[in-house]
């Protein structure tokens, strides 16, 4: 069970602290794209996205985008948040995660990988030794496999925000 849970658990980006990273022990971000920094498929960033990202960086804190999606869809996004990227990342097979981790400098063990997804994000954060902060979609998708996804994940999450609850994480 334990490839399946994140190492943190909040309902979405800007719940993410400076604080809460530092106490992760973790230098550097990985961002997913949809459902994460924006809705499902748009290329407008969610409310508040662009200013956090900006105070984390204000921070120190290295960021860089790593999708599933096509270049296409994931440049034009990242160039709205003045970040690095790496589209097609295959996640949750651990390569991209570990290419990003040189292309940043940062130890695999000081990352941690932000995403709304358990199949892709959570379980590839932890083939490949990093930390993971899973959010709760802003929107649920409506394709097949999707709906399959979200519902084998239902099980899990229950468990995540059972633990979740009552106690703040890294205090």
Request: proline share 6%.
């Amino acid at each position: 069970m334990a490839l399946f849970l994140p190492t943190v658990s909040v309902d979405k980006i800007t719940d993410i602290t400076p604080e809460l990273i530092r106490a992760m022990k973790v230098r550097a971000v990985l961002l997913d794209v949809d459902n994460t920094l924006a809705e499902n498929g748009s290329q407008i960033p969610l409310k508040g996205a662009l200013e956090w990202v900006q105070s984390m960086r204000a921070q120190n804190i290295l960021m860089m985008i790593m999708s599933n999606n096509f270049e296409e869809r994931v440049a034009p996004f990242a160039a709205k948040f003045d970040l690095p990227f790496l589209s097609l990342s295959l996640k949750p097979l651990p390569l991209a995660y570990h290419r990003a981790a040189r292309r940043l400098g940062v130890p695999v063990r000081e990352i941690a990988v932000v995403g709304d997804q358990i199949f892709t994000d959570v379980i590839g954060a932890n083939l490949a030794f990093m930390k993971s902060i899973l959010l709760v979609p802003p929107t649920l998708e409506t394709t097949l496999s999707f709906t399959i996804r979200r519902r084998l994940e239902k099980p899990i999450r229950r468990r995540i925000e059972k633990t979740r609850r009552g106690r703040e994480y890294f205090k």
